[in-house]
């Protein structure tokens, strides 16, 4: 089975904090992606990645940015939090011949 | 870019109904239709998928349908149980990077 795992579930910080996601994956996938999900706006992919230290933006990169030193790790980074990007954060790999698999989640809160 | 609806946005049944949701997507050269259920507490897990040389797949008591000329494709779901209460999103695939956009997303809820 495909393992995606995100390093918490929960998490709260302030406002102008540096945030970091992370998110592993043991299944020697290249592509991994970041979501955020919001009530009625559905997953919009913040950015993604195809190899080590490749990256591509997404459809709402700003306010965000990537690191993938190694193959199964992805992770977010939040340079200056701010109380709009509190939302569901969803990590997510894809195989070459099949669909996507996500992790459980992360839930930021921004105060 | 691609754009895709979902509706309705919630639907409430009771046991042994049948659900249907439905996505309508504008890139025609969009070729992968994928269904993810996401239960609460959890990431969205696929449940069904489809390919746009198929116009229908069915799996136990859930099926896709895709109807490539009017660009939609539905979901339906049979003898509903209170299990299959969820959030369910559909999303689209056109070839390449294997990039999926996303609907918005469809609470169902099963009453017993």
């Known amino acids: 089975d495909v393992k995606v795992t995100q390093s918490s579930r929960y998490l709260v910080k302030r406002t102008g904090e540096k945030v970091f996601l992370e998110c592993v994956q043991d299944?020697?996938?290249?592509?991994m992606f970041w979501y955020r999900q919001d009530p009625g706006l559905g997953l919009r992919l913040i950015y993604f990645?195809?190899?080590?230290?490749?990256?591509e933006k997404g459809d709402i990169p700003e306010g965000y940015s990537v690191s993938r030193e190694k193959k199964e790790r992805f992770s977010l980074i939040l340079e200056s939090a701010s109380t709009n990007q509190t939302s569901m954060y969803l990590c997510?790999?894809?195989?070459?011949?099949?669909?996507?698999?996500f992790g459980p989640g992360t839930r930021l809160t921004v105060l | 870019g691609e754009n895709v609806e979902q509706h309705p946005s919630t639907l409430s049944v009771q046991e042994g109904d049948s659900a249907v949701i439905k996505c309508t997507y504008s890139d025609s050269a969009s070729n992968y239709f994928p269904w993810y259920k996401q239960e609460l507490g959890k990431g969205p897990q696929l449940i069904i998928d489809i390919r746009s040389n198929v116009g229908e797949k069915k799996d136990q008591r859930i099926a896709v349908t895709l109807n490539k000329t009017a660009k939609h494709f539905s979901l339906h779901i049979t003898e509903t149980q209170p299990e299959d209460s969820a959030v369910y999103f559909c999303?689209?695939?056109?070839?390449?990077?294997?990039?999926?956009?996303f609907g918005t997303g469809t609470r169902l809820l099963v009453s017993p």
């Open positions: 990645s195809y190899d080590v230290k490749m990256k």
């Open positions: 299944m020697d996938h290249e592509n």
């Open positions: 997510a790999t894809h195989p070459p011949t099949d669909t996507q698999y």
């Open positions: 999303a689209v695939q056109k070839g390449g990077f294997q990039k999926l956009v």
